[in-house]
C-alpha cells in the first residue's frame, strides 16, 4: 500500500510563495499511470481540489487556483511538490496530497478520477 | 462547475442503527461519485467509488447506491468508529474536480 507524506513551512507571510513537498514510499511514483494530486481543506470545512500531476508531467489544475499554482514531479526522489504563490490568509489550510489511481478493483481507466491514498496533511497558515 | 451538495450537514444516529446520507449533484454526474469518512486529525478514507463499489478493505455494512444527480450512502448497523464527516465527490466534469460540504455523523 502506498504512503503519502507532506512536508514544507507551517507559516507563510501573506504574499510570498507556499511550497510543500509529498513524498511517496510503498511503491514507485512512476511505476504506473496514476496521477498525484493536491487537495486542501481550511480548518473547519470542506475539500478543495488544488491540480494533479503525471509522472509524464501532465497537469490539471483547479480554474479558481490556476494562475497561482504549479505542480511538478521529481521520479528520481519519488516526491511531487505544490507551490502557490501570492498567498492570502484565505490560503490557510491544512494540505493534503492524495493519489488518484488509473487502475483500481483490477479495471484500468483514465477516469478514475478518484482519491485512493491519502498524506495526513500539513497545516500551512498564512500571516506576517 | 459541478456543485455537489449534502444533507442533512449532521446526522445524530444511536449504534446499531442504520445511517442514511445524501448527496445532489448540480447537473448529471452519471455513476462518477466517491465517497469518503474523515475523521478528526485524520486523511480523509476512500469508502465508495462509481457510486457503488466499495474500495479494497471497506465493511459491507457501508453500501451506495444512485446515478445522475441523486447519491445515497447508507451505514448500516453503525459501530462506534463509524462516527465521522463524510464527504461526496464528482469526476464526472472537470477541472475542477469538487466535493460535498461533508455531512457529520455523531453518536444520539
Known amino acids: 500500500q502506498v504512503q503519502l507524506q507532506e512536508s514544507g513551512p507551517g507559516l507563510v507571510k501573506p504574499s510570498q510563495t507556499l511550497s510543500l513537498t509529498c513524498t511517496v514510499s510503498g511503491g514507485s511514483i512512476s511505476s504506473g499511470s496514476d496521477y498525484w494530486s493536491w487537495i486542501r481543506q481550511p480548518a473547519g470545512k470542506g475539500l478543495e481540489w488544488i491540480g494533479r500531476?503525471?509522472?509524464?508531467?501532465?497537469?490539471n489544475y483547479n480554474p479558481s487556483l490556476k494562475s497561482r499554482v504549479t505542480i511538478s514531479v521529481d521520479t528520481s526522489k519519488n516526491q511531487f511538490s505544490l507551490k502557490l504563490n501570492s498567498v492570502t490568509a484565505a490560503d490557510t489550510a491544512v494540505y493534503h496530497c492524495?493519489?488518484?489511481?488509473?487502475?483500481?478493483?483490477?479495471?484500468?481507466?483514465?477516469?478514475?478520477?478518484?482519491?485512493?491514498?491519502w498524506g495526513q496533511g500539513t497545516l500551512v497558515t498564512v500571516s506576517s | 462547475e459541478i456543485v455537489m451538495t449534502q444533507s442533512p450537514a449532521t446526522l445524530s444516529v444511536s449504534p446499531g442503527e442504520r445511517a442514511t446520507l445524501s448527496c445532489r449533484a448540480s447537473q448529471s454526474v452519471s455513476s462518477n461519485l466517491a465517497w469518503y469518512q474523515q475523521k478528526p486529525g485524520q486523511a480523509p478514507k476512500l469508502l465508495i467509488y462509481g457510486a457503488s463499489t466499495r474500495a479494497t478493505g471497506i465493511p459491507a455494512r457501508f453500501s451506495g447506491s444512485g446515478s445522475g444527480t441523486e447519491f445515497t450512502l447508507t451505514i448500516d448497523s453503525l459501530q462506534s468508529e463509524d462516527f465521522a464527516v463524510y464527504y461526496c465527490?464528482?469526476?464526472?466534469?472537470?477541472?475542477?474536480?469538487?466535493f460535498g460540504g461533508g455531512t457529520k455523523v455523531e453518536i444520539k
Open positions: 465527490q464528482q469526476y464526472t466534469n472537470w477541472p475542477p474536480l469538487t
Open positions: 500531476i503525471h509522472t509524464s508531467g501532465s497537469t
Open positions: 492524495a493519489r488518484v489511481p488509473y487502475c483500481s478493483g483490477g479495471t484500468c481507466n483514465t477516469g478514475n478520477n478518484w482519491f485512493d491514498s
